[in-house]
């Protein structure tokens, strides 16, 4: 018993998930990341994954239970949060490309409709011209 008394400021904290120095390597590479990701893509959810990384840093100072339980209820809440707006996000996603994509279709159509106005317009000038020659053609016979 002594010797484990004699370990224990050695011991790793239990509610920790990594020692100290791995755990702040981790938080920081993953900031970074999920930093750049916002940054180039704009969704929100990337920094509340970014907050529940970094919170988890808590476990490294205060191991007291109600804190630890805190913890363990914000991380849950942030993670909710994380796939409820993605879930949002991607379906707004997807319903602005349905519009765009509706678009271009409305678009083509309108350009088809038009080349064929033009090519009718062009065949019922022809045929008006043809009759006009034709109709002089037929009086000289």
Known sequence: MLSLLEK???MQNIYAPLP?????????LSTLLYAVL???RGKKHYLILMIAID???MTQF???KMVIFALGIA????IIMTIVLTVKENKEEKEAEEIRLAKERIVRREQEEKKKS??????????DKNFVDNAF?????
């Open 55 to 57: 919170l988890t840093l």
């Open 75 to 78: 991380e849950a809440i942030l």
């Open 20 to 28: 100290l120095s791995a755990h702040l390597v981790f938080c920081v």
């Open 137 to 141: 053609d037929e009086d000289e016979e």
């Open 8 to 10: 224990a400021p050695e």
């Open 118 to 127: 033009e090519k009718l317009f062009i065949n019922e000038e022809y045929i």
């Open 38 to 40: 916002f940054n180039r």
């Open 62 to 64: 205060w191991t007291d």
